[in-house]
């Protein structure tokens, strides 16, 4: 696991850690598309909505971190970038990446989520935050 320095307070030092297995496929995905001397970061986020009530997204960014954004850097291509308001709810969270025979992907695990779905894409916080929406697969 990836351990992460965070460009923000102190008690956000460890929001997000990046798996070994995922670190190596966003780079490839970077390595694929960055142009020289472009930044690309990874941006994390959640929504509500998902049949838990929030739901996890994912995207390269190539645009300019925003001002409320939490800036995680976790190598020299690669740096993950959070919004003040997911953050709350993805703190202590690992990205990591399966390789499963029937399809794999990355994945979220969030110590915050106290009840997922079963299509693995949406979760409950204990506050229960968030407007459950049926899946739409």
């Known amino acids: 696991m990836v ?17 070994e297995a995922a670190l190596g496929q966003l780079t490839s995905l970077i390595d694929g598309q960055a142009q020289p001397d472009q930044s690309i970061g990874l941006r994390v986020f959640i929504q509500s909505g998902g049949c838990s009530g929030f739901s996890y997204g994912m995207g390269l960014d190539e645009n300019a971190p925003k001002d409320d954004d939490v800036i995680i850097p976790v190598s020299d291509s690669l740096k993950v970038y959070v919004d003040s308001y997911s953050a709350q709810y993805l703190d ?27 299509c693995g894409h949406s ?9 459950a929406r049926p899946c739409a697969h």
């Open 3 to 19: 351990s992460m320095a965070v460009n923000a307070p102190e008690s956000a030092s460890q929001l997000i850690t990046v798996s």
């Open 92 to 118: 202590g969270a690992e990205i990591d990446y399966v390789d499963a025979l029937m399809g794999g992907g990355f994945t979220i695990h969030n110590p915050n989520a106290v009840r997922t779905c079963s």
């Open 123 to 131: 979760f409950q916080t204990s506050d229960g935050a968030g407007d």
